[in-house]
């Protein structure tokens, strides 16, 4: 097999995926991103549909705006969130479909372990 030269990646880039991963290492805010994704919401939206306290859910709310995974734009009294960049969904579910696969891995040779160790 020939050898791959590995290629050189600036650290500082390294440092800001890690910190994108980061911020989407939060549960709260996956479900705030899944709430966001049939539109913009104000905050008392996103509240009901997350059941996130008031506080802690404007402190996500800071974290994905800051990160720019957020937009947010003042209405009246409102500020109303919403997804900048929808491609944040088709890297959601890469993840998830790879999660899902993992798990069904697991289950199946749990499955055909207990089967291998059964006496009854």
């Known amino acids: 097999m020939p050898k791959v ?15 994108y991963f980061k911020v989407l290492s939060e549960v709260s805010r996956l479900q705030i991103l899944t709430c966001l994704k049939s539109g913009a919401k104000n905050v008392m939206e996103i509240s009901e549909a997350t059941g996130l306290g008031q506080a802690n859910l404007s402190k996500h709310l800071k974290v994905l705006y800051q990160a720019g ?49 059964s006496v009854f």
């Open 5 to 19: 030269k590995p290629s050189k990646v600036d650290p500082a880039i390294l440092a800001a995926v890690a910190d």
């Open 69 to 117: 995974i957020l937009s947010r734009e003042a209405k009246g009294t409102s500020a109303y969130y919403e997804i900048a960049d929808p491609m944040i969904f088709e890297f959601c579910e890469l993840a998830c479909d790879r999660v899902a696969e993992r798990a069904e891995q697991q289950a199946a040779s749990l499955k055909a372990l207990r089967s291998k160790t």
